[in-house]
């Protein structure tokens, strides 16, 4: 691998360089005259985090890849140009790291590591994003995985920049994916709730990406097998319902959504994998939210949910306990039981198991053995854990915190969890440079952490958390005290004199808006503060003077800038406040001076709630030509703003010469182009000399002030990140800080290259200022360090600071007043600066106006006592004197405001109403129009008189225009195929067949007409009732799909109403009448003729004559004594007529009773006939209604038909759009059949290539060396077959790598150099046979390296072969499976016209049986398919033949059974005798031959047989116990010796091999010594040395012996050994 990667960097090496920032519009200076470039990067991001090395971790922040050495803290950055960085993945082997950028058409970069060149740039098809990166543990590979719109998994050589293969997943959203350290062919890709598992297949240079999904188990842990809703397994046949088809085609579904619908009560929610690992074995361990932790086989793709091993008995049951407890308390609490543990959310593997943790920050590891786990818990931190991750090396584990902070763990140690890093995963809000400007920086993060940096290289030196959301920061110039103003309107002041040991110690609670930003003059004296409500506050920013808050400014708009200019020669302080005018196109400035004056002297420049006096300053106003977002101030009047409507920095000089309106409206002296977008913000370095323009890009610009050129632009963050938020020059300016939105990134930057004169002039500047602070300096730092620790009372009741957690010691002065006013106890502390400002005026005035207050208060009781004896007073006098309760309402002003309010309300309320009625009219309208407008039938009711009973008509729609043309369509269409039914019949009558006459012709008809089919037949009693069966289809005939649908529109044909002659011939009387009387009532002359002649009558009635009264006559007045005779006559008369009349009135009003009681009678009898109608006419709706059921259950029939004929077509429709798709990739992979194929028998050519130039070498080496001797000859073949042992590196059992040795290369050409360099040995001279010439010697090496040549290519030829023939193999596979399916899908489709064909004809018939004429047993319907339909009769004769041929049968069998019986009897007694007999002399046998042993007699005579027997069986087992400890003690013993004797016999080879080599050495020395000899002559000490030489092949003889015994006693032991194991039981 590193053979490789050196391989990358030298093809890179051209192209890599150093990355320089991007190129923009602008007018830039040349590139040697200034630039910036990246001093140091701070931040941390917890989404990715990965080794680099085994002491170098990395991860992306912002626009960064960020190297962290997490020994000695340094950090190194590498840039990406193009804008943030995206996915991130790190290869701790290769030393590489991975990264996309975020731009459109995303590229991916490969980095090496320490040198940060690049190697090379992978450009796919991703046009958005990359989400996702992975490298492999073996060979250069990466995958990739892009977000919307491709969805597109690629795997990638990186090395070489190819894109290998590629995948589209459409919709799915990848959260993790990882490839198999074991294999590199298999990658794990999770999902939000899905996991597949991607093979990647090759053939040569083709590779393929095959998709394995797994089935996860849902979220109560169940796992049920996958069910293919398109391809049932089973199907079921119903002969009424019909046959099971998929709810695809239930649904009408007939495309792709076909095959992948699941109706919503089947789709069961998976659960939601978190983190998953690899194992050495190829299984993946997955944790999900759930709380399950899966194990999932990646070869077989199956998934098993881990179980927790089973305690023992004692701890279940204090684990029961404990669990019950937990339920008790959760139930209280009223929260939610569950059995189920934590989720996991990081995972990480290792050789002893798997280490996991979660959101509670429990690091917990899991020993984990077939399909059951032991848990422990290693370590708890106090923040929840977002990953886990192993050192290379495997000697530790960090875990990554949501937080920030990084913990490391040691698995070989087993301690505590040690914090390795304590960062803040919080943006940066702010960042300056603390005094004297050129050492330490200081930054703070949104959540309130306070960093101390050291300006050389970023350590972070020492850091404060103030738990508390923070909005601005600055440091200030005088003294080493740094203000961070918060969300809350507080200022904290910290003491930063010890850069290691940050520490608050003090805090000004301003207001309660947030502190929007923090600013010091140069000469740190004032620190200017500006807050949302839209003031500005003055503090003295030195801490001798404790920060105290000289007084505020109020601004009539919302302040968007502050910049100040500080004027150290006249002790003066310039303000400019740029302010958000009302008007849109324009920017407003005010600009006033701060002098010493208002701290010497601050009670007479403020008033007493703070607020300075305008007389205290004097405030400019003046308007620019261009609405701006930021604006800065020079001390010559030089303005420069950011504007906000275009892309320009403007330039303003703001002389007192133009000042002629008021306020004055400044136009713009230059405009210059800023070259970037969005809102941006304007920044001047300390002398003046350098102009920073930041925007929402990221793309920090630096000007020139004198000319306002371009002097350097530097790219530090991006768009996406939010641009950049702040920027801060160094007082000597030689850096900047630069911070962003929201990529965490804190930059700092300096100058490269930079015109000696700037520097040297900001130097000077630098010195300048140090010599006008350092007195100031010094005095305020040692003041600054006096100063206790600031602390919050612990006992105050504020909910204002509930995020305060610095020391909780009370505060040595009381901070709480009472106010006179209410007596209410106030605690200043919580309040605001200004709050406390407005109550002590409001004591003030309160004490000043005491008497006053009582005078009034005691005035006002005395009213209110008087008005409530005038409201007494009137409540006593008459109600006409009575004044209303609100004439003694003094506060008419209130009263008419009550009243307005409540007017307002009653509007309110009436508008509601209104609306109310308004949409419940609305509603009324609606139902009326539906459930009675558009009826042509209304509903109607009949009740009766004299019980409870109603008959109610059937309300009707109007039918449509179009359903009466589709009704007349059908009726022509039924009315032509009767006519054409009819003349095909004619055409089929025979000539022979009597032709009946015209009468019998009539008579048959009507006959048939009257008999028609029976009732039973048409299924309803439908004619009975007014209904027209003469139209319908018979019921046998409905075979095609129209005809149903047509017999539909005629079953709902209006029925005309049924009438008896009788009913007919009185309803057309009653009509003749009815109509005569409206021809009468239509001539009214006659009537109005009568009126005015006699008053509408021809006779005087009895009745009028009888409401007459008699006149009395006229004298009746006067008393009777003064009456005459003749009156007293007349008055008499008068008397008589009366008592006539009064006895006419008592006749006439008996006769009306009489003729009133006849009446009632008669209306008694009408309504009881009435009564009796009305009975009779609901049962005949409830017979009319049984009709209709009879016909709906007609329709309902047809429509079931009609839907399951529908079903079936679109079952076809889906299975015809399957079959097309399966073609198309039949085809597909038919192609790439044919194409492995053809590889496969071109490689198999190649490779037999290459067997047969093998075995020619070894044929032509006998031929290469015939002149050598045969012995020699003999010896070089030996030497020629012989090969060195294989270099392979073996992996120690103890290696913590739980995947081994993964790294190997698998580069041929790497293994022939191992080989090659494995050879030299043999190649040596000392190798060399004895006899044998150099030169042959060196052709011998040559040709045994051709011929190991030529076997390793074999070798991996045949690889190769085997991996291209397992690939072809798969392919045919998929091929006949593929075949398969379409089989089954013909099938399918043939079974499916069977069944349509087969409904057409089986149709179903309605029959109308009398009740009582069928009895079922149980309720459930027989099973009539094999049943017909025959008369009643037949079934009757049939019943009777068969009770007769019965009862003779039975008659028969009865004298049969009664003479069998006796028989049986008798030899059944037989055979029991003969039985007997045998049992007799089977036990007089058993007496005879009875042994009587030991255990019978202890049987016999031991009580207790059972105990008995259990201690027997105890001791033999105890004699097996010690049997088998025995055999283990005789095991080791044998296997030490054995141990002891491959020792020796390891010892006594090398011993050998040196002998051998010796011997060598000797023959050498013997040959040289007899050459000597015989040409010295000296035999005497030849003999000497022969004698020596016997002595050591003697000793050497013995030797081999030796261990040709021990080889053979060692065989020995084996077997014995052997035996022994094949004896002893095994062990249970």
């Known amino acids: 691998m590193a053979d490789a990667v050196a391989v990358a960097k030298a093809r890179a090496a051209a192209a890599s360089g150093v990355m320089a920032a991007g190129s923009g519009p602008g007018r830039e200076l040349p590139a040697e005259e200034a630039a910036l470039e990246v001093s140091w990067v701070q931040g941390f991001s917890n989404k990715s985090f990965g080794f680099i090395n085994n002491q170098t971790v990395c991860y992306p922040c912002g626009n960064y890849i960020l190297f962290l050495d997490i020994e000695t803290k340094k950090t190194t950055a590498l840039q990406c140009q193009t804008g943030p960085v995206g996915a991130f993945a790190a290869n701790a082997s290769s030393e590489v790291v991975a990264f996309s950028d975020q731009k459109l058409n995303p590229i991916i970069y490969i980095h090496h590591f320490p040198e940060l060149n690049k190697l090379t740039e992978l450009k796919g098809s991703a046009q958005l994003d990359y989400t996702l990166l992975a490298f492999s543990f073996t060979g250069p590979y990466l995958a990739s995985y892009s977000s919307i719109p491709e969805f597109v998994l690629s795997v990638w050589n990186w090395q070489e920049n190819i894109l290998l293969c590629s995948e589209s997943q459409p919709g799915i959203t990848a959260t993790s994916l990882s490839f198999n350290p074991m294999n590199w062919q298999q990658l794990c890709f999770v999902g939000e709730s899905s996991v597949t598992i991607w093979h990647i297949e090759k053939i040569e240079d083709e590779h393929h990406l095959k998709r394995n999904p797994v089935e996860l188990p849902d979220e109560q842990g169940s796992i049920s097998p996958h069910e293919d809703l398109f391809f049932p397994v089973s199907r079921s046949d119903d002969p009424y319902h019909g046959p099971d088809l998929p709810v695809s085609a239930i649904a009408g579904l007939v495309g792709d959504e076909a095959e992948t619908f699941v109706p919503r009560n089947s789709i069961k929610t998976s659960v939601h994998p978190t983190a998953h690992r690899w194992t050495a074995t190829s299984e993946i361990y997955m944790g999900c939210k759930e709380g399950y932790i899966l194990a999932i086989d990646a070869d077989k793709h199956s998934v098993s949910i881990l179980q927790p091993k089973p305690p023992p008995e004692y701890m279940q049951k204090i684990s029961d306990v404990v669990s019950y407890v937990r339920r008790e308390v959760q139930k209280k609490k009223g929260g939610e039981l569950s059995d189920r543990q934590n989720p996991v959310f990081s995972m990480a593997f290792c050789n002893e198991g798997l280490y996991a943790a979660g959101r509670d920050g429990i690091l917990v590891f899991y020993h984990i053995k077939d399909l059951q786990y032991e848990m422990k818990v290693c370590a708890d931190i106090p923040q929840s854990i977002s990953s886990l991750i192993f050192s290379p090396d495997y000697a530790s584990l960090l875990l990554v915190t949501?937080?920030?902070?990084?913990?490391?763990?040691?698995?070989?140690?087993?301690?505590?969890?040690?914090?390795?890093?304590?960062?803040?995963?919080?943006?940066?809000?702010?960042?300056?440079?603390?005094?004297?400007?050129?050492?330490?920086?200081?930054?703070?993060?949104?959540?309130?952490?306070?960093?101390?940096?050291?300006?050389?290289?970023?350590?972070?030196?020492?850091?404060?958390?103030?738990?508390?959301?923070?909005?601005?920061?600055?440091?200030?110039?005088?003294?080493?005290?740094?203000?961070?103003?918060?969300?809350r309107g507080q200022i904290y002041f910290l003491d930063v004199t010890k850069a290691e040991a940050p520490r608050v110690v003090h805090r000004i609670f301003l207001s309660n808006f947030p502190v929007l930003s923090l600013h010091y003059d140069q000469s740190g004296q004032f620190l200017i503060a500006r807050t949302t409500e839209g003031h500005v506050f003055i503090l003295d920013a030195r801490p001798s003077k404790l920060f105290q808050v000289l007084g505020y400014i109020v601004l009539a708009d919302e302040v968007l800038d502050l910049s100040v200019v500080s004027d150290l020669k006249n002790d003066l302080v310039e303000v400019m406040v740029l302010l958000n005018g009302a008007e849109v196109q324009r920017a407003r400035l005010e600009i006033f001076c701060l002098s010493s004056a208002i701290t010497t002297d601050n009670d007479k420049c403020v008033n007493d709630q703070g607020m300075f006096n305008a007389s205290a300053f004097k405030k400019k106003q003046y308007e620019l030509d261009y609405p701006l977002s930021s604006a800065v101030k020079l001390k010559d009047n030089i303005v420069y703003g950011y504007c906000t409507c275009a892309p320009f920095i403007c330039k303003y000089h703001l002389s007192e010469e133009n000042m002629l309106e008021d306020p004055p409206v400044f136009s713009s002296e230059k405009r210059i182009p800023s070259n970037q977008f969005g809102s941006g913000f304007l920044c001047v370095s300390p002398n003046s000399q350098w102009l920073a323009a930041a925007a929402k890009d990221g793309v920090l610009f630096i000007y020139n002030i004198s000319t306002m050129d371009i002097l350097a632009r530097k790219p530090c963050h991006s768009y996406q990140g939010g641009g950049i938020r702040s920027m801060m020059f160094s007082l000597d300016g030689n850096f900047i800080l630069v911070n962003d939105e929201n990529d965490g990134a804190l930059v700092c930057l300096k100058w490269k290259k930079i015109k000696k004169t700037e520097v040297e002039e900001a130097a000077f500047y630098w010195k300048s200022l140090l010599d006008i602070l350092n007195k100031s300096t010094s005095n305020e730092n040692a003041v600054l360090k006096s100063m206790a620790e600031w602390q919050f009372d612990p006992g105050s009741t504020s909910k204002s600071l509930p995020e305060e957690k610095f020391k909780e010691a009370p505060l040595k002065s009381s901070s709480v007043d009472v106010t006179e006013e209410d007596g209410n106890i106030t605690n200043t502390s919580d309040m605001t600066w200004i709050g406390q400002k407005i109550q002590k005026v409001i004591r003030e005035e309160t004490q000043r106006f005491a008497n006053q207050k009582q005078e009034l208060q005691m005035g006002i009781k005395k009213l209110r006592q008087t008005i409530q004896q005038m409201m007494y007073e009137n409540e006593q006098v008459p109600d006409i004197e009575k004044l209303e309760h609100q004439e003694f309402n003094l506060d008419m002003e209130e009263q008419e405001r009550l009243q307005a309010e409540a007017e307002q309300e009653v509007a309110r309320a009436r508008k509601e109403i209104e609306m109310e009625n308004l949409s419940n009219c609305y509603l009324q309208d609606f139902i009326k129009y539906e459930c009675w407008d558009a009826l042509c039938v209304k509903g109607r009711a009949v009740k009766c008189f004299h019980m409870d009973c109603e008959v109610k008509n059937y309300p009707l729609e109007e039918r449509s225009k179009e359903e009466l043309e589709t009704l007349e369509k059908?009726?022509?269409?039924?009315?032509?195929?009767?006519?054409?039914?009819?003349?095909?019949?004619?055409?089929?009558?025979?000539?022979?067949?009597?032709?009946?006459?015209?009468?019998?012709?009539?008579?048959?008809?009507?006959?048939?007409a009257d008999d028609g089919e029976s009732f039973c037949l048409i299924g309803s009693l439908s004619?009975?009732?007014?209904?027209?069966?003469?139209?319908?289809?018979?019921?046998?005939?409905?075979?095609?799909?129209?005809?149903?649908?047509?017999?539909?529109?005629?079953?709902?044909?209006?029925?005309?109403?049924?009438?008896?002659?009788?009913?007919?011939?009185?309803?057309?009387?009653?009509?003749?009448?009815?109509?005569?009387?409206?021809?009468?009532?239509?001539?009214?002359d006659r009537l109005r003729a009568l009126d005015d002649m006699m008053g509408g009558v021809l006779e005087v009635r009895k009745e009028d004559i009888l409401k007459m009264n008699i006149p009395p006559p006229p004298f009746i007045s006067k008393p009777e004594d003064l009456w005459s005779d003749e009156e007293k006559k007349i008055f008499g008369e008068y008397e008589k007529k009366v008592k006539e009349l009064n006895e006419e009135k008592e006749e006439y009003k008996k006769t009306l009773e009489n003729e009133w009681k006849k009446l009632e009678a008669s209306i008694q009898e009408t309504t009881q006939h009435f009564d009796e109608t009305v009975c009779k006419l609901s049962e005949r709706k409830v017979k009319s209604e049984m009709v209709i059921y009879q016909e709906e259950l007609k329709i309902v029939n047809l429509t079931c038909a009609l839907l399951l004929d529908e079903e079936l077509d679109t079952r076809e429709a889906g299975l015809h759009n399957c079959l097309i798709k399966k073609k198309k990739e039949k085809v597909k992979k038919a192609k790439t059949v044919l194409?492995?194929?053809?590889?496969?028998?071109?490689?198999?050519?190649?490779?037999?290539?290459?067997?047969?130039?093998?075995?020619?070498?070894?044929?032509?080496?006998?031929?290469?060396?015939?002149?050598?001797?045969?012995?020699?000859?003999?010896?070089?073949?030996?030497?020629?077959?012989?090969?060195?042992?294989?270099?392979?590196?073996?992996?120690?059992?103890?290696?913590?790598?739980?995947?081994?040795?993964?790294?190997?290369?698998?580069?041929?050409?790497?293994?022939?150099?191992?080989?090659?360099?494995?050879?030299?040995?043999?190649?040596?001279?000392?190798?060399?046979?004895?006899?044998?010439?150099?030169?042959?010697?060196?052709?011998?090496?040559l040709a045994r390296r051709k011929k190991m040549e030529s076997e390793e290519l074999v070798k991996r030829k045949a690889l190769k072969l085997a991996d291209m023939q397992a690939f072809f193999q798969r392919r045919m596979d998929e091929n006949e499976k593929m075949k398969s399916q379409i089989e089954n899908i013909f099938n399918e489709l043939t079974w499916l016209q069977e069944k349509k064909m087969k409904l057409q004809q089986n149709l179903i018939v309605q029959f109308v049986l009398k009740q009582g004429q069928v009895e079922l047993e149980n309720t459930e319907i027989p099973d009539y398919s094999d049943a017909i339909l025959i008369k009643k009769s037949v079934v009757e004769e049939l019943n009777c033949s068969i009770s007769t041929q019965g009862e003779k049968k039975i008659a028969a069998i009865i004298e049969f059974k009664d003479f069998s019986?006796?028989?049986?009897?008798?030899?059944?007694?037989?055979?029991?005798?003969?039985?007997?007999?045998?049992?007799?002399?089977?036990?007089?046998?058993?007496?005879?031959?009875?042994?009587?042993?030991?255990?019978?007699?202890?049987?016999?005579?031991?009580?207790?047989?059972?105990?008995?027997?259990?201690?027997?069986?105890?001791?033999?087992?105890?004699?097996?116990?010690?049997?088998?400890?025995?055999?283990e003690k005789n095991v080791k013993n044998h296997q030490k010796k054995i141990r002891e004797l491959k020792k020796s016999i390891r010892l006594k080879e090398e011993a050998n091999y040196e002998l051998s080599l010796q011997l060598k050495e000797m023959l050498v020395s013997v040959s040289e010594r007899r050459h000597i000899f015989e040409a010295a002559d000296t035999r005497d000490i030849s003999e000497k040395i022969t004698k020596q030489r016997y002595q050591e092949i003697l000793k050497q003889k013995n030797l081999r012996d030796l261990i040709k015994e021990q080889k053979e006693e060692f065989a020995s032991l084996q077997s014995e050994l052997e035996i022994m194991r094949t004896r002893t039981p095994p062990h249970i």
């Open 402 to 487: 949501d937080q920030g902070p990084v913990y490391s763990y040691k698995p070989a140690h087993s301690g505590e969890a040690v914090k390795l890093l304590d960062t803040c995963s919080s943006c940066f809000q702010a960042a300056d440079f603390l005094t004297p400007g050129n050492k330490y920086c200081v930054s703070v993060t949104i959540s309130g952490e306070v960093q101390v940096w050291l300006l050389e290289d970023g350590t972070c030196l020492g850091k404060l958390n103030l738990d508390i959301e923070a909005t601005a920061m600055a440091c200030c110039p005088s003294s080493s005290s740094v203000a961070v103003g918060t969300k």
């Open 970 to 1008: 059908v009726l022509r269409l039924k009315n032509t195929e009767t006519a054409n039914l009819k003349v095909q019949k004619e055409d089929l009558e025979t000539e022979s067949e009597t032709v009946l006459s015209e009468e019998e012709g009539k008579k048959e008809a009507k006959a048939v």
């Open 1023 to 1084: 004619s009975q009732y007014g209904g027209d069966t003469s139209i319908l289809y018979h019921q046998c005939d409905l075979h095609t799909k129209e005809q149903r649908v047509n017999q539909i529109v005629l079953l709902k044909i209006k029925a005309e109403k049924y009438l008896t002659q009788e009913e007919k011939e009185k309803a057309e009387l009653l009509a003749k009448l009815e109509m005569e009387k409206r021809l009468a009532a239509t001539d009214d």
């Open 1235 to 1341: 194409t492995a194929k053809s590889k496969v028998d071109a490689y198999t050519g190649t490779y037999k290539d290459a067997v047969g130039e093998e075995k020619n070498l070894e044929r032509r080496f006998r031929k290469q060396f015939a002149d050598t001797p045969d012995d020699v000859l003999d010896e070089l073949y030996r030497l020629y077959t012989h090969r060195p042992k294989s270099p392979r590196t073996e992996m120690l059992l103890d290696t913590p790598n739980p995947y081994g040795n993964c790294s190997g290369s698998e580069d041929y050409k790497d293994a022939l150099t191992l080989l090659m360099k494995a050879m030299d040995e043999l190649d040596s001279p000392e190798h060399m046979p004895e006899g044998l010439e150099q030169s042959v010697w060196k052709n011998f090496c």
């Open 1461 to 1527: 019986r006796g028989i049986r009897r008798l030899e059944w007694e037989h055979k029991k005798m003969r039985m007997q007999i045998e049992d007799l002399k089977e036990k007089a046998r058993d007496i005879v031959i009875l042994p009587i042993s030991k255990d019978c007699q202890l049987f016999l005579t031991v009580q207790n047989y059972g105990s008995h027997i259990a201690q027997h069986i105890a001791g033999m087992e105890e004699t097996l116990r010690f049997m088998d400890k025995l055999h």
